[in-house]
């Protein structure tokens, strides 16, 4: 078959980029970053309204633009940048052209209309709906409408995906199987077609509704599937960081996957069990049976938190044996210590999988556990889970691969690149401490979306503990930190593109080289036999386990005080 | 750099493992299965489990129960809205509902006493969480959800909606007495 393209190779990377793909990676990702824009600014208006002795905004202003804040990090961010990675994980990683470009790029324009078309109706003020836009509180027309297109939109990029693979294929553009990586990334695409099926299936009847076609959307089953699509939507949000975390260790060590059947069956088991967790939401509603809850929010049998435990460890223990193999062999921490710490595209990632594990993964379970989750179903609690899991776990990851890809992909030089070796530090351990506080304030009660914890104006108002207020104020501070942080990586990232010096292109050919397989290592062929490869990232993980027992049955501690009910 | 590239053996099922992987694989599962069947072993040996009971309901016929157990136990009025106070007795059927932004009526119960709530919600949802003790639940409009209760704790208690619910959001609070 003849196509007319040219291929890039990049003289930093070695990475090979087609002219379309890299065209449309660099739209969707530059989109991406817009939102992220978009989001940060909201976010000074909602963590500073939330900081009790701040209470900036008015209820009105508040709830609306905690409802972008929300649609605008956790839909249109992330999906945007997760489209990039999805491209660039087919098609520059098999050096392949991208299936149906003029189709991909009416999937962007459709994404990037939807999602105007949807803040536009939230900056209106009548749809201050929250994300989860629950019936019958009801935004206006163009907001359902604009989700749609969005929705549509991503679908046609996953397909996009899939067909960059189908030529990859047939072109034989690589030997044997896919990478982990693109691997990894076909899991996000698929778990991303459940997820936006689920959104086109409750938001089509809903939009309905809202320009009166249609009586009556049940509310509990609004709630149900929309949650497919609410919390699925983070699903592929772990699938695709997780990809990214795999990616970056062979980036920045030439790291090899300890095993490439443990990594990708934990992949798989992504794909069969992940989506399950959308119940999580509903463990404190009525009407759903408790077979049903327990079945679904341990994902069965919590096999993608198993799933979820092998990357948090296969991914550092592939850093420890790939810098064990260097040399950096002594004790339990060489490894390490001896780490490019000063590289922001490393730092970036070990900073998103600490916190990943131990302060969204755990809590993560915490919620998700039926009984347990009577104690923290709304209250803030929740939020400072999904920061933990979105915001440090994904949104930095995307930060930390965007460092690496402005020379290879956007071919310019870093400006400012001291403040870019610190940026991971200040944004990832203020979210760090962001979210414990959140959670802190949470264990006390506080409400989530709530514009006012003193109640003013109400009868019978409630005193929260004085503790709550302080950690309501120590979210004010760690969220203003965070968001500094933020205006940092977008002043490197914005800036690097518009003032960053122009680096090397590199030779074009009109012709892929095609991939040849990884060279089978000793270290590899004696695996199972020899040994004990990563005892550094064991003893972490051990850690880790601990802290996961020890929280896990202090909240059923808690838990066994309360009223009794049944 | 094999992460990004196919790797060496195509049939990468056969990749052996090492046993650093091979151990973890084996305590996580431990862990897994162990909380698995704490959730479940929760249900039969634990005292604080959600109900399921649940019926469809409509805010006209939620709202005659409810008056019907406001007329016979109330013993006060509370603030200028003059908020029934409801001393309904123990064992009883109990109701509470949530609307835009109250909740209605105030009831008083007894320490160590089992009541059956009904729990409903006339327009949008609502959360019923139950402070300082922290129980949250989701109240969803359309349908009644009936929960076994057995207050332990008494004192004044307050009951603060928790999922947005509109404008008047943050007003929306009221209080359950235990004696």
């Keep these: 078959m003849s196509v007319t393209t040219t291929y890039r190779t990049c003289p930093r990377s070695g990475l090979q980029f087609e002219h379309q793909a890299e065209w449309l990676i660099r739209a969707n990702a530059f989109v991406g970053v817009v939102w992220l824009l978009i989001g940060g600014i909201l976010a000074i208006g909602v963590v500073l309204t939330r900081w009790p002795a701040i209470h900036w905004l008015e209820a009105e202003t508040f709830y609306m633009v905690l409802t972008a804040h929300g649609l605008d990090m956790l839909i249109f961010w992330m999906i945007f940048f997760e489209v990039a990675v999805l491209y660039f994980a087919a098609s520059t990683l098999l050096r392949c052209r991208i299936a149906t470009p003029r189709v991909a790029w009416l999937g962007f324009a459709l994404m990037v209309i ?116 609410g919390h699925s939507s983070q699903q592929i949000n772990v699938a695709a960081h997780i990809s990214v975390w795999y990616l970056v260790a062979a980036v920045a060590f030439g790291a090899k996957p300890m095993s490439e059947r443990v990594s990708r069956m934990a992949f798989l088991l992504y794909i069969l069990f992940l989506q399950l967790a959308s119940a999580h939401h509903l463990l404190a509603d009525p009407g759903l049976s408790t077979g049903w809850k327990v079945i679904n929010t341990s994902y069965f049998m919590y096999f993608a938190v198993l799933a979820s435990m092998i990357h948090g460890l296969t991914i550092p223990g592939a850093m420890e044996v790939a810098q064990r193999q260097k040399g950096f062999t002594k004790g339990l921490y060489e490894w390490l210590r001896k780490a490019p710490w000063g590289n922001p595209t490393f730092s970036g990632v070990f900073i998103s999988i600490i916190g990943f594990g131990f302060l969204g993964g755990i809590s993560g379970v915490m919620m998700g556990t039926e009984q347990l989750n009577m104690i923290i179903h709304n209250t803030i609690y929740v939020p400072g889970h999904f920061h933990a899991t979105v915001v440090v776990g994904t949104t930095l990851t995307f930060m930390a691969l965007t460092y690496y890809l402005i020379p290879v992909l956007f071919q310019r030089e870093m400006i400012a690149p001291k403040l870019a070796k610190w940026q991971p530090y200040l944004f990832g351990f203020s979210m760090y401490f962001f979210c414990l506080v959140m959670m802190g304030a949470g264990t006390l009660g506080v409400s989530r979306r709530h514009w006012d914890m003193a109640f003013g104006g109400a009868a019978l108002a409630y005193e929260w503990p004085g503790a709550a207020y302080l950690m309501m104020g120590l979210v004010g501070i760690a969220g203003l930190m965070a968001i500094v942080g933020g205006i940092a990586y977008i002043y490197i990232t914005v800036g690097s593109l518009l003032w960053g010096r122009r680096l090397d292109a590199g030779a074009t050919s009109p012709r892929f080289t095609p991939l040849p397989r990884a060279t089978p290592t000793v270290i590899a062929q004696s695996y199972g036999s020899a040994g004990f490869a990563a005892p550094g990232t064991f003893v972490l993980a051990l850690v880790f386990l601990v802290a996961f027992i020890l929280y896990y049955f202090i909240n059923w501690k808690y838990l066994s005080t309360l009223w009794l009910l049944s | 750099m094999s992460a990004i590239l196919p790797p060496a053996d195509r049939l990468w099922y056969k990749h052996p493992i090492d046993r650093v992987e091979g151990m973890w694989i084996g305590i996580a599962l431990t862990w897994c299965l162990i909380m698995f069947f704490m959730m479940v072993g929760w249900h039969v040996w634990g005292k604080q489990n959600l109900s399921t009971e649940t019926y469809r309901t409509t805010p006209e016929q939620f709202v005659v129960k409810a008056q019907e157990m406001v007329d016979k136990y109330t013993v006060r009025t509370e603030t200028e809205q003059e908020i029934p106070v409801v001393a309904p007795p123990p064992g009883s059927d109990i109701y509470l509902l949530a609307r835009l932004w109250a909740f209605w009526p105030i009831l008083e119960l007894e320490k160590g006493k089992t009541y059956r709530l009904h729990m409903t919600s006339m327009d949008y949802n609502h959360g019923f969480s139950l402070q300082p003790t922290n129980i949250n639940i989701q109240v969803v409009p359309g349908f009644e959800h009936v929960i076994t209760i057995t207050p332990n704790q008494s004192g004044q208690h307050s009951i603060v909606c928790n999922e947005f619910c509109g404008i008047g959001h943050h007003t929306m609070v009221s209080r359950l007495y235990v004696k």
Excluded at chain 1, 117 to 131: D, H, I, K, P, T
Excluded at chain 1, 174 to 183: C, D, H, I, N
Excluded at chain 1, 214 to 222: F, G, I, K, S
Aim: hydrophobic share 60%; charged share 10%; proline share 4%.
């Design chain 1, 114 to 229: 939807g999602s105007i078309l949807n803040n536009v109706a939230v900056f209106r003020g009548a749809s201050s709906v929250m994300m989860t836009s629950y019936v019958p509180m009801m935004a206006e027309p163009s907001f359902y409408l604009g989700l749609i297109l969005f929705a549509v939109g991503a679908l046609i990029a996953c397909f996009v995906f899939f067909g960059t693979l189908v030529v990859a294929k047939r072109e034989k553009t690589y030997e044997g199987s896919v990478p982990l990586v693109t691997f990894g990334a076909i899991t996000a695409a698929i778990i991303a077609v459940f997820t936006i099926s689920s959104g086109a299936i409750i938001l089509i009847p809903t939009w309905l509704l809202s320009i009166g076609v249609v009586e009556q959307v049940d509310p509990l089953v609004y709630r149900t599937v929309w949650w497919a699509f």
